[in-house]
Nanobody, 132 residues
Framework: QLTLVESGGGLVQPGGSLTLSCGTS??????????IGWFRQTPGKESEGVVC????????YYVDSVKGRFTVFRDKAKEMVYLQMNSLKPADTAVYTC???????????????????????WGQGTLVNVSS
């Protein structure tokens, strides 16, 4: 069983930073072998793939709006995946959810084409509110 739990959301001023955590219960899995995605959603809007990374960071995809501001990294010892978010904007306000897959293709396709089928494990989300 692969389970994910997000944390680290909260209220932050525009221009500030937050680091979200995705705790991955990886019993029977190597964290570095998992494909990881971060998605965000606001009420009434379609879920957006923010960033997806392949196993062992062979390749990665970031949506244009967060390039240069968001970074994903892993801590294998802690079984954690992090989303570092800098220079936050009000438009970044959303519920952020992490996802994981044992098998996957290109990060771009996993983030944009059919993420529900691409990722088999999803967290419950953590709210990021960027406001003055």
């Amino acid at each position: 069983q692969l389970t994910l739990v997000e944390s680290g959301g909260g209220l932050v001023q525009p221009g500030g930073s937050l680091t979200l955590s995705c705790g991955t219960s990886c019993a029977g899995y190597d964290l570095n072998s998992l494909h990881i995605g971060w998605f965000r959603q606001t009420p009434g809007k379609e879920s957006e793939g923010v960033v997806c990374i392949s196993a062992r960071e062979v390749s990665e995809y970031y949506v244009d709006s967060v390039k240069g501001r968001f970074t994903v990294f892993r801590d294998k010892a802690k079984e954690m995946v992090y989303l570092q978010m800098n220079s936050l904007k009000p438009a970044d306000t959303a519920v952020y959810t992490c996802a994981a897959a044992v098998f996957g293709g290109s990060p771009r396709d996993m983030c944009t084409d059919d993420p529900i089928n691409a990722f088999k494990a999803w967290g419950q989300g953590t709210l990021v509110n960027v406001s003055s």
